[in-house]
């Protein structure tokens, strides 16, 4: 089965905090992407990347950056936390072809 | 962009009921998938539909392929309150690039009384 790691369920964070959201995969796969969750609003794509040190903004990426420096290995950064960056952040990885696999998530809070 | 409406936004019913959501688009999609997500926990793929006109079951859990591309539907029979969670159909924005990025409906809440 794979397995998609996020490093923290849940997180606070105060306005300004430079934030790492952490996410580790176990099956090789070439894609990982993070969304976030937002009542109301679904699944929002906020970066992918399709193999290491590649990036692509997706539909929300305003305020984010992230780093893949190893396959396994996709993190999400915010460089200065806001308040409407509260949400509920999910990490997904896919090979090309297959559907995606979602970690359990990180509910992050900033105050 | 690619939009998927998803309909209804909740539900909420009695144990044994069954129950039916359904996603639409403007766009044509090459594959539906549906994931449900537990509350605290990451969504998990039910179905993957490939091919228009599919009909496929996972247990209690059948979901359709519209003909036209443009639509798909999830059925969940004799619902249980482990059923509760929310639903959220999925397609792929470039069904001939290398990569699958998703576009996702904005998901079916579904309670399930005992």
């Known amino acids: 089965d794979v397995k998609v790691t996020q490093s923290s369920r849940y997180l606070v964070k105060r306005t300004g905090e430079k934030v790492f959201l952490e996410c580790v995969q176990d099956?090789?796969?070439?894609?990982m992407f993070w969304y976030r969750q937002d009542p109301g609003l679904g699944l929002r794509l906020i970066y992918f990347s399709y193999d290491v040190k590649m990036k692509e903004k997706g539909d929300i990426p305003e305020g984010y950056s992230v780093s893949r420096e190893k396959k396994e290995r996709f993190s999400l950064i915010l460089e200065s936390a806001s308040t409407n960056q509260t949400s509920m952040y999910l990490c997904?990885?896919?090979?090309?072809?297959?559907?995606?696999?979602f970690g359990n998530g990180t509910r992050l809070t900033v105050t | 962009g690619q939009q998927l409406n998803q309909s209804p936004q909740s539900m909420f019913i009695q144990e044994g009921e069954d129950v039916s959501m359904n996603c639409t688009s403007s766009?044509?999609?090459?594959?539906w998938l549906w994931y449900k997500q537990d509350p605290g926990e990451g969504p998990v793929l039910l179905i993957a539909?490939?091919?228009?006109?599919e009909l496929t079951s996972n247990g209690r859990l059948t979901a359709q392929f519209g003909i036209t591309r443009k639509d798909s539907f999830l059925n969940i029979s004799a619902s249980i309150p482990s059923d509760v969670g929310i639903y959220f159909c999925a397609g792929p924005r470039n069904s001939g690039g290398s990569n699958y990025k998703l576009t996702f409906g904005k998901g079916t809440l579904l309670t399930v009384n005992p």
């Open positions: 539909l490939y091919k228009a006109g």
């Open positions: 997904a990885s896919s090979l090309s072809w297959s559907p995606l696999h």
């Open positions: 099956m090789d796969h070439e894609n």
């Open positions: 766009s044509i999609f090459n594959t």
